[in-house]
Each structure stands twice: as structure tokens, then as C-alpha cells.
């Protein structure tokens, strides 16, 4: 019996939630599993690497958006998804995010279809500082969804599955924690395609490197980040000192003015988007992460296996316990730019210390994080999903 599994996002930009729904619909079993993606909007860097033999049906491909009743287009996704579930005979439903779980929810339910779901951020912060439009029916729909007992609801740390609970009110039973993966033969051979890093002169083996990579938007902290760099620039000014920002988003035109204000301009770089952040992930001394809230992020699991230093803002418990509170990275206890900018120093002074938190953060990725288990664990809850009989063990709990 082959089990069709409909992979849902909203598209296949380049971010962690795409990342790994992408690395799913590749790499499940093809003996057993035939994988399909939905997306609302057909666009993102993993389109080009889905393979052939893989469908993908878009909400917008033969749309137009017009006006209509508060609501009406989420109705028509809903109705849409479940028309292609029926039609392409779909077994089990896989999506992450709350907002595609808005649309998997009612859409499921209605094909009588199962779910898996994965919840990412802690839902007090990432939905709850969404300014959702109709928050209150949103956050009941979302309730209903992740306690339907036809489908399964994933964590992706403990920390996130206790927030979700209490945030939607249902008990804590219902959701599984199945840490994100890392591909990390993936992430190390996409590390070694540096010809980009080698075209600039003005970077050379003794320059300090900081990188941050995420959307840029407040809520991700970059202007933080810069403030810091600036603070450590001023405290050792004969240093070469260079900072990478990597993604792109709404706030980029005030930090590049942050930047110049900061008289950072030539040490501060805005990549955009990339394709491949590994060769600057890689180059890069620090990791910083300085969001105001995250779940578990997975850039810091791709800093880990490179041998990156990750430094981070207190935003998240479930990051907390995968830097082993300072085993294996570090969290500040304040949001303060001055502190931010002594701990990147204590990078470079502490050299033997990091690189014991370094060995200790490759060692736990690998226990803990690994893809070919993760997926192993995803196909059983599939089967388990399709009632074959089998129970699903969802992994090893995390020290």
C-alpha cells in the first residue's frame, strides 16, 4: 500500500518551516510514501530543487484576488484544499504553521482526512503578536484544530508544547514534541561553495566575522545586532571587523540608514535573501540571534554542525535548552547592546572555552537532531495517521 501525503505551505521561500517541509516531501521513503506539495502561492528558492515526479497544486495559479466578504478568500482555500485532497486521494495531510493550520484544520475535517501538524513558535508570542485580523475566531479554530482527535499535533520542544497548551486551552496529552531536524551532510557540502566569500578582498583570515540570518523585521532584532557590532567595533578598533546580514524583509531601508548612522557602512553588509547561506554561515566567528521571540530556530542548528559560535537573546526556552544554558552557546540574560557586544569580545579572548561548547554542540546535533531519524519518526506517525495499527514513538527526550 502506497500512503499519499499532501505537504501544505503557504510557499517554498526560503525559510526554516519551507526548509524542512521540502526536505519531507523529498526524502520520504518512495517505496512506501508518495509525497505531493499544496502551496497558496506557487513561488519560493525550493521549487527549482522538487523533483519531477512530485505534484504541486497552488490556491493562486488560476486566480485572481478580488473583493469579497470578510473571510471569503479563506473559505475558498478551505474549500479548494479539500477538493484536491479528494481528488488526488490523499491519506494523510502535513503542515506547518498556524497560519496554513487555519486552512488544514476546517479542509481536513471536512474530506475526512487526517493531519499532522507542527506548531514552531510558542503561539503567546508568534501568534499572539501577529495582529491577526478576527484573532479570537482565528485562535479557537486553531484550538479546535491541533485537539482534533482524527489528527496529530507536534512540538518542536517542550517549551513550545507547554505554551500551546495553556495559550489555546488543551491539555498538554495532545501534542507530541518531535525536535526539527538538521541535514547536516546537506548543510556542510552547501558550506564548501565559497566562491562568493572569495571574490571579496577586503575579508581576509584575521577579520572578525558576525552574521545574522532572518527576516528583516523587528521582531527578529537586527537593529540590536547592529547596535552590538557597533559597541565591539568601538572597543577594539584595530580588529577587521565585518557583519553579515543575511535575509531580507520590511525594516531593511532603516537598518542600512542604522548602519550609516553608526558610520558602520563598510563593515556592515545586506545580502538579501540567499539560496545558499552556508559559505557565510560557515565563514562567520559568531552566530548572533537576536529576536525578541523564536521557537526553536533551525539557523542555530546549521551554525552548530558548521562549528559556529551561536550567542542569542533570552527569546526562547526550547533555544535555551539546545545551547545547553552556555554548554553549548550562550543566551544573555538582558537585551542590552553593551552585553551583547562583551560577549562577541569573549569570543575571541575565550577561544579554548568556545571551542569546547563547539565540540559539545556538534556532538548533541547529532544525537539529537538528526534528519534520517526524523524522518524515520515522521513516516511511523504517517502510518500510525492512515490507522495501519502501528503506534508512532516520537524520539528520545532531550536533556
Same mark, same amino acid.
Given at each position: 500500500?502506497?500512503?499519499?501525503?499532501?505537504?501544505?505551505?503557504?510557499?517554498?521561500?526560503?525559510?526554516?518551516?519551507?526548509?524542512?517541509?521540502?526536505?519531507?516531501?523529498?526524502?520520504?521513503?518512495?517505496?512506501?510514501?508518495?509525497?505531493?506539495?499544496?502551496?497558496?502561492?506557487?513561488?519560493?528558492?525550493?521549487?527549482?530543487?522538487?523533483?519531477?515526479?512530485?505534484?504541486?497544486?497552488?490556491?493562486?495559479?488560476?486566480?485572481?484576488?478580488?473583493?469579497?466578504?470578510?473571510?471569503?478568500?479563506?473559505?475558498?482555500?478551505?474549500?479548494?484544499?479539500?477538493?484536491?485532497?479528494?481528488?488526488?486521494?490523499?491519506?494523510?495531510?502535513?503542515?506547518?504553521?498556524?497560519?496554513?493550520?487555519?486552512?488544514?484544520?476546517?479542509?481536513?475535517?471536512?474530506?475526512?482526512?487526517?493531519?499532522? !501538524?507542527?506548531?514552531?513558535?510558542?503561539?503567546?508570542?508568534?501568534?499572539?503578536?501577529?495582529?491577526?485580523?478576527?484573532?479570537?475566531?482565528?485562535?479557537?479554530?486553531?484550538?479546535?484544530?491541533?485537539?482534533?482527535?482524527?489528527?496529530?499535533?507536534?512540538?518542536?520542544?517542550?517549551?513550545?508544547?507547554?505554551?500551546?497548551?495553556?495559550?489555546?486551552?488543551?491539555?498538554?496529552?495532545?501534542?507530541?514534541?518531535?525536535? !526539527?531536524?538538521?541535514?547536516?551532510?546537506?548543510?556542510?557540502?552547501?558550506?564548501?561553495?565559497?566562491?562568493?566569500?572569495?571574490?571579496? !578582498?577586503?575579508?581576509?583570515?584575521?577579520?572578525?566575522?558576525?552574521?545574522?540570518?532572518?527576516?528583516?523585521?523587528?521582531?527578529?532584532?537586527?537593529?540590536?545586532?547592529?547596535?552590538?557590532?557597533?559597541?565591539?567595533?568601538?572597543?577594539?578598533?584595530?580588529?577587521?571587523?565585518?557583519?553579515?546580514?543575511?535575509?531580507?524583509?520590511?525594516?531593511? !531601508?532603516?537598518?542600512?540608514?542604522?548602519?550609516?548612522?553608526?558610520?558602520?557602512?563598510?563593515?556592515?553588509?545586506?545580502?538579501?535573501?540567499?539560496?545558499?547561506?552556508?559559505?557565510?554561515?560557515?565563514?562567520?566567528?559568531?552566530?548572533?540571534?537576536?529576536?525578541?521571540?523564536?521557537?526553536?530556530?533551525?539557523?542555530?542548528?546549521?551554525?552548530?554542525?558548521?562549528?559556529?559560535?551561536?550567542?542569542?537573546?533570552?527569546?526562547?526556552?526550547?533555544?535555551?535548552?539546545?545551547?545547553?544554558?552556555?554548554?553549548?552557546?550562550?543566551?544573555?540574560?538582558?537585551?542590552?547592546?553593551?552585553?551583547?557586544?562583551?560577549?562577541?569580545?569573549?569570543?575571541?579572548?575565550?577561544?579554548?572555552?568556545?571551542?569546547?561548547?563547539?565540540?559539545?554542540?556538534?556532538?548533541?546535533?547529532?544525537?539529537?537532531?538528526?534528519?534520517?531519524?526524523?524522518?524515520?519518526?515522521?513516516?511511523?506517525?504517517?502510518?500510525?495517521?492512515?490507522?495501519?495499527?502501528?503506534?508512532?514513538?516520537?524520539?528520545?527526550?532531550?536533556?
Amino acid at each position: 500500500m502506497t500512503i499519499r501525503v499532501l505537504c501544505c505551505s503557504g510557499s517554498l521561500d526560503g525559510g526554516g518551516s519551507e526548509r524542512q517541509l521540502w526536505q519531507l516531501a523529498t526524502q520520504l521513503d518512495t517505496t512506501e510514501f508518495a509525497a505531493q506539495i499544496y502551496l497558496h502561492y506557487r513561488r519560493g528558492s525550493y521549487l527549482t530543487q522538487v523533483r519531477d515526479r512530485i505534484p504541486i497544486h497552488a490556491f493562486w495559479d488560476d486566480r485572481q484576488p478580488k473583493r469579497g466578504l470578510p473571510g471569503s478568500i479563506h473559505r475558498r482555500q478551505v474549500e479548494h484544499l479539500r477538493e484536491c485532497i479528494l481528488a488526488h486521494d490523499i491519506d494523510v495531510v502535513y503542515d506547518r504553521t498556524f497560519h496554513m493550520t487555519l486552512v488544514t484544520g476546517p479542509a481536513c475535517q471536512r474530506a475526512g482526512c487526517p493531519r499532522v !501538524s507542527v506548531i514552531v513558535s510558542p503561539p503567546s508570542r508568534d501568534f499572539g503578536q501577529a495582529n491577526e485580523r478576527f484573532a479570537w475566531f482565528k485562535r479557537r479554530q486553531l484550538a479546535q484544530a491541533y485537539s482534533d482527535p482524527q489528527s496529530t499535533t507536534l512540538a518542536v520542544s517542550e517549551a513550545v508544547a507547554e505554551d500551546a497548551a495553556q495559550f489555546y486551552g488543551i491539555p498538554k496529552s495532545k501534542i507530541q514534541v518531535l525536535p !526539527s531536524p538538521v541535514d547536516r551532510e546537506g548543510v556542510l557540502a552547501a558550506a564548501q561553495r565559497t566562491d562568493t566569500l572569495a571574490s571579496e !578582498s577586503s575579508i581576509t583570515q584575521q577579520t572578525r566575522r558576525v552574521a545574522v540570518v532572518g527576516r528583516l523585521s523587528a521582531e527578529k532584532g537586527q537593529r540590536l545586532a547592529i547596535e552590538a557590532f557597533a559597541h565591539a567595533v568601538r572597543q577594539t578598533p584595530q580588529s577587521n571587523w565585518r557583519l553579515d546580514l543575511i535575509g531580507d524583509g520590511p525594516d531593511r !531601508s532603516q537598518l542600512f540608514a542604522l548602519s550609516e548612522q553608526l558610520g558602520l557602512d563598510r563593515q556592515v553588509a545586506f545580502h538579501g535573501h540567499l539560496d545558499n547561506p552556508f559559505p557565510w554561515l560557515a565563514a562567520a566567528d559568531v552566530l548572533l540571534i537576536p529576536s525578541l521571540y523564536e521557537g526553536l530556530p533551525n539557523v542555530a542548528l546549521e551554525a552548530m554542525v558548521l562549528g559556529t559560535a551561536v550567542l542569542a537573546t533570552n527569546c526562547s526556552p526550547s533555544l535555551e535548552q539546545l545551547l545547553g544554558r552556555g554548554q553549548r552557546g550562550l543566551t544573555l540574560d538582558s537585551r542590552s547592546s553593551e552585553l551583547m557586544a562583551q560577549r562577541i569580545e569573549e569570543r575571541f579572548q575565550h577561544t579554548a572555552a568556545w571551542n569546547q561548547r563547539l565540540t559539545a554542540a556538534d556532538e548533541y546535533v547529532r544525537e539529537y537532531h538528526d534528519l534520517p531519524a526524523w524522518l524515520r519518526r515522521m513516516e511511523s506517525l504517517f502510518r500510525e495517521q492512515v490507522g495501519d495499527g502501528t503506534r508512532a514513538s516520537v524520539g528520545r527526550q532531550q536533556p
